[in-house]
């Protein structure tokens, strides 16, 4: 019996990262398939990326206030109301990332990556944006937190007569 180098874990098994990517990218192609009239790998466009994503809306969980319901831009809301469930942002921007990662690794070229397009950032950044103002809830980017010799500097200088 032979052995390897490598630990048994990353030969037996792909991470989580990876095995997701995999389902993910297995899913997209299924839906490919079954569109009217099929699409292949080197024939889809950011078009068709945009479709899926409106597709996986219907299994989406989380609710989204439409901007006549009286609890839109409320966090937590009193009571149930009939607005839609939709796939909730930040679960659309990963899978966009690993779809984008996974189409490359399967020989597209990432230049012309349609996951990674215009529309298709824009389309994650409204998605964003209208979620944020329905739920009530901010998106924001998280400041950097300055590096210790900068507050060292600001705090001399406060101590200073």
Known sequence: MESTNTSSSSSSSPSRYESQKRRDWDTFGQYLRNNKPPLSFPTFNPTHVLEFLHYLDQFGKTKIHIQTCPYFGITNPPTACPCPFRQAWGSLDALVGRLRAAYDEHGGNPEINPFGAPEVRRFLR????????????????KRKRPKKQQLQNQEDQHQEP
């Open 126 to 141: 409204e998605v964003r944006d209208f979620q944020a103002r329905s739920r009530g809830i901010s998106y924001e980017k």
